[in-house]
């Protein structure tokens, strides 16, 4: 049986009392902040990238309990898992497919030992694609993601101790760091 993250592993969910300053911030240095202009990477811009992802995944979690819903991509009626992430990354500007397939080719291919919170894994059997969950955290005791799962819905686990997923992971992929301009503000623009 797979584990599912305890409430004290959790990272913190966004509220709303989150969110309005998060974009008060980004509207009013975004004209500080050209993409013209954009700074080549930095620590401080790479550490803005990290917070962006945390700030996706913490979004995502808003959703854990949300009913499984096939072909479902609104939190309305519920969420496949393709229709979840792409869901999640589009709320906050990372265009991607909502097919599972087309999803497994976006981005770039990365290890699974260095994914961070945001990338996509990708699960199937001979190649084919046929599930994609995403990281929350990548920890000593596993790969804890977030995805809409068809019979306990939206849940957190750690994919690493889950007899059902961890044989079908495949690979992964980053598909927030080609499409954030830097400072991770702009991208909002």
């Not at 401080?44 to 996706?56: A, F, G, K, N, P």
């Not at 990281?135 to 849940?155: K, L, Q």
Request: hydrophobic residues 40%; charged residues 15%.
């Amino acid at each position: 049986m797979s584990e599912t993250i305890t409430h004290t592993r959790r990272p913190k969910k966004l509220s709303i009392l989150t969110i309005v300053p998060l974009l008060a911030f980004i509207f009013s240095t975004a004209a500080l902040n050209s993409p013209v202009n954009a700074p080549a990477r930095s620590t401080s811009s790479l550490d803005e990238v990290m917070q962006l992802r945390t700030y996706i995944t913490g979004y995502a979690q808003n959703f854990l309990g949300l009913r499984y819903r096939y072909a479902g991509r609104s939190p309305m009626t519920g969420f496949d898992c393709s229709g979840f992430t792409s869901y999640i990354l589009g709320e906050f500007a990372v265009k991607v497919s909502a097919s599972s397939a087309t999803q497994s080719k976006q981005g770039k291919k990365i290890a699974l030992s260095n994914v961070q919170p945001g990338d996509l894994l990708f699960f199937g059997r001979r190649g084919a694609i046929q599930h994609v969950a995403m990281v929350v955290e990548n920890t000593e005791e596993g790969i804890y993601a977030v995805h809409s799962t068809c019979t306990r819905g939206i849940i957190v686990e750690n994919i690493n101790k889950s007899s059902y997923w961890k044989p079908r992971l495949l690979y992964a992929r980053d598909v927030i760091s080609d499409q954030v301009q830097l400072p991770f503000v702009d991208m909002l623009l």
